[in-house]
């Protein structure tokens, strides 16, 4: 069975560096896209899930701006941190289970929620080295 069609983000950051938060897919599910769905993020999550929400954020800022985007090979556990308030659905009816379903940020909110990954061009946090780590 052939794997369904996936669009890579070429130059996307792969992970977190240093830690293993993923932020993309190698190869589609021959299954079909894992569903993406709010997660809750309760005041209470560890600094590190907090560092990689505003890793990948400033990386989805930094590779697609304020213009929509395919999901393709994005991970779909990363997207549901942010799916709902930082990053909205870009078309209507949305696809929660597609690899071709269109994102877009919801600028305002992801500056409000989140203000480091948009500090032009400065790290998410002081101890970032600058180096995305790319698979």
Do not use: C
Not at 46 to 63: G, I, K, Q, Y
Not at 73 to 87: F, K, T, Y
Request: hydrophobic share 40%; charged share 35%.
């Amino acid at each position: 069975m052939p794997l369904p069609d996936m669009t890579k983000h070429r130059g996307f950051p792969g992970r977190l560096p240093g830690t293993d938060f993923q932020f993309t897919l190698r190869r589609a599910n021959k299954k079909g896209a894992t569903p993406i769905v709010r997660r809750e993020r309760h005041a209470d999550r560890r600094p590190a899930d907090r560092r990689a929400d505003t890793a990948f954020l400033a990386a989805l800022w930094a590779h697609f701006g304020d213009e929509p985007f395919e999901r393709g090979n994005l991970d779909a556990g990363r997207l549901s941190w942010l799916i709902g308030r930082e990053v909205v659905p870009a078309e209507d009816p949305f696809d929660p289970a597609s690899y071709q379903a269109m994102l877009r940020i919801n600028v305002k909110l992801a500056r409000a929620n989140f203000p480091d990954a948009f500090d032009d061009g400065a790290a998410p946090e002081d101890d970032w080295d600058g180096d995305w780590d790319e698979e």
